[in-house]
């Protein structure tokens, strides 16, 4: 006589789980049960009263226990509530869960199905024992509409399991015993319950978002949201934000690391399973690729059966109009961040990083996202630590990390951010160590020049501070000239002025922007003065009036598109909020309309005796092995030279001494300065 103690433990009904693996038991102990009641009904078809009767009173025991468990998590049930299984679907998984916890019905289920596993038959002969077949069984067998479509392995040709064999998805079976993993080499998943602690950027967009989605989880829309920007920009911490107000997860997938051809319909199920079991939506990434359409819609075809919601992210322009398979499309471009954004940005990671610094002045003078001043400062400790490390170690000591306090310092941050700078194909890296000390120049011409330094230092207090910025709504860039005779300085000025606003110098080679074909030259100084604005350059226009120069009438067409080059590039540069210097031998060239554009206009003169005088003294290295005959004076007041070939005798004289290793004599210089005026066809004078 069957009895229902030999399978469950009477004392125990009502009482609550201890742990799921004590839930899993008792579905086990219930297929035994199932399978038993099974095999004796062929040999009494006369006791189904009692057989039902059992049945039920297992079923009412197990309940009892899932009902007291309201403090432990029972996977199984959370399973069957999120796929809102039905009572014939459950017993399905709970056969299918039998043979992974109890080899011994591997046996059984090969005698009674042929297989090792349960079938949908079996199943349904189970189910028949207490309850009638309905149609709605047979739809539990159409993998085209059935939740167990995500929860059974079966072949990826098959659409109905009938003839199928009941067999867990090792994904389902990993969560029901605990060791589910979410991720996986393509994603990467944030937990709501995650502590955020993130700068406070689009606030309005992450407002905007929350409200949203409220609509969305009421509604029975269904909507695909793109959020474009640059990379960096903050979009995946937006959605972060978003989900953790509404208490769901969000799982981050990659789209650069998957191929169309290699995407399965089985990894799309295991991800449909990942996120239900998970509480998680979906965004996906690097969707501006050119393999990403065919990539997301094939997957969000399957994927709108589950998620109503799917992100998408942008980090380029993507085409309009933009279509989702099965969705509303919803686009929301972030742009860059406002100065009042930026100075929230530096203040957090002031405080994040224990800085001195001002967030005022670095955000008036840094154009950064987020995500690179996230990684500029990481670099920066990397710096901080490796000096502080340097200046511990003894000749042959070890140090200890304990005693290393490394502290980020400004030059640290500047460094650092010149590292990130990536470099445009029309253009070079300037990297001179050159700074006001170095420069020999007269008074009102060094004077102008920390004048236009301090332009940038208190550009904020000025615009902002004092309201002048409501006067100035674009323009608040800073244009210089620099003109006057050849190798008087101007390129060396153009380094010292970056490297004391700690920015790198561009320059710019106008031989390969200007473009004979219509168009090409406007496109190439976009990509100019994009690539300055996203990396911090300083613009460096060498030879300005090889392209800026006036022309008074138009000959030809092309002198027609030459003005329309000019224009656009003046354009550019009035709408510009970075730094352009420019340097000309022939500032007569320039007309009027372009010197209004201009900030600051530094006349560089040829030197006067005292000059010469103390650039010729300047010239020789303090390790420089020079002779007393070197008449300074002389040299400063007889010699009309400009401080680039004063330079260039100097190193001359030093190679000849050089050879025949000894001092650098008068001799020498006087050798270098006749080669010098012969060079350049000049009659030396003695």
């Known amino acids: 006589m069957l009895s229902l103690d030999t399978y469950f433990d009477s004392n125990l009904q009502h009482t609550s789980y201890t742990a799921p693996i004590s839930h899993l038991q008792d579905m086990l102990s219930l297929t035994h049960l199932y399978l038993k009641i099974y095999d004796e009904f062929a040999k009494s078809p006369d006791a189904t009263h009692e057989f039902t009767r059992l049945l039920s009173e297992a079923w009412q025991y197990i309940i009892s226990r899932e009902t007291a468990s309201t403090n432990t998590y029972l996977p199984l049930i959370v399973l069957k509530d999120t796929f809102n299984l039905s009572f014939f679907e459950y017993l399905c998984i709970t056969l299918a869960l039998s043979t992974e916890l109890d080899e011994n019905l591997c046996l059984t289920y090969t005698t009674l199905c042929g297989n090792a596993h349960p079938s949908f038959h079996l199943a349904m002969c189970l189910y028949g024992l207490t309850e009638p077949i309905e149609d709605e069984i047979f739809a539990s067998a159409d993998l085209t509409t059935s939740s167990l479509q995500y929860l059974l392995h079966y072949e990826e040709n098959t659409t109905t399991l009938m003839r199928q064999s009941l067999c867990l998805h090792k994904n389902v079976m990993l969560y029901l015993t605990g060791n589910l993993t979410i991720t996986d080499d393509y994603s990467t998943h944030f937990l709501a319950s995650t502590p955020l ?56 997938l990659d789209l650069s690391k998957l191929q169309a051809t290699d995407l399965p319909p089985i990894y799309i199920k295991n991800l449909c399973f990942k996120l239900l079991m998970s509480n998680s939506l979906l965004c996906l990434t690097h969707c501006e690729i050119k393999e990403a359409p065919a990539i997301y819609e094939k997957m969000l075809n399957i994927l709108s059966s589950i998620c109503k919601v799917v992100f998408l992210c942008f980090d380029a322009p993507t085409p309009k109009p933009f279509e989702v398979t099965n969705y509303h499309y919803l686009h929301i471009p972030l742009g860059l961040p406002t100065l009042h954004e930026k100075i929230m940005m530096w203040t957090f990671m002031k405080e994040q990083y224990n800085l001195t610094i001002d967030p005022k002045l670095y955000a008036s003078k840094y154009n950064l996202v987020i995500g690179k001043l996230e990684t500029i400062l990481k670099n920066s400790e990397c710096l901080a630590a490796y000096e502080a490390i340097i200046s511990t170690i003894g000749d042959s000591a070890i140090v200890d990390s304990a005693e290393i306090h490394p502290k980020i310092q400004e030059h640290h941050i500047i460094q650092s951010i010149l590292n990130a700078n990536q470099i445009q194909g029309n253009a070079t890296l300037i990297q001179h160590p050159y700074t006001f000390d170095d420069l020999i120049l007269d008074a009102p011409t060094l004077k102008t020049l920390h004048q236009i330094c301090n332009y940038v230092t208190y550009r904020y207090t000025v615009f902002e501070e004092w309201g002048y910025g409501q006067n100035y709504a674009y323009g608040r860039g800073l244009n210089i000239l620099f003109y006057g005779a050849p190798g008087t300085g101007k390129t060396m000025c153009a380094s010292v002025l970056a490297n004391a606003w700690g920015l790198a110098l561009l320059k710019v080679d106008l031989s390969r922007v200007v473009d004979k074909y219509i168009g090409e030259t406007e496109k190439r100084l976009d990509e100019i003065f994009m690539c300055a604005a996203q990396n911090n350059y300083v613009l460096f226009f060498d030879e300005a009036d090889s392209l800026f120069a006036k022309r008074t009438e138009i000959s030809s067409s092309n002198d027609k598109y030459a003005n329309i080059e000019v224009s656009y590039l003046l354009q550019k540069m009035e709408l510009y909020n970075g730094i352009v210097i420019m340097a000309t031998n022939l500032v007569q060239n320039f007309d009027e309309a372009f010197k209004r554009r201009i900030n600051f206009m530094v006349r560089f003169n040829l030197p006067n005796a005292d000059t010469r005088k103390a650039l010729w003294q300047k010239a020789f290295p303090a390790t420089a092995p020079i002779s007393a005959n070197i008449d300074f004076d002389l040299l400063g007041e007889k010699y009309d030279l400009s401080p680039s070939v004063i330079k260039s005798i100097v190193l001359y004289a030093a190679f000849l001494a050089s050879s025949e290793n000894r001092a650098v004599t008068m001799e020498d210089l006087l050798e270098s300065i006749k080669y010098e005026y012969e060079k350049n066809n000049r009659m030396m004078p003695y």
């Open 197 to 252: 602690n993130l700068a406070p950027l689009h606030k309005e967009v992450t407002q905007k978002l929350v409200q949203h989605l409220t609509y969305i989880f009421e509604s029975s829309t269904k909507q695909a949201i793109g959020l474009e920007g640059l990379k960096g920009l903050g979009k995946q911490t937006v959605l972060k934000q978003v989900c953790a107000m509404h208490h769901v997860n969000c799982l981050f």
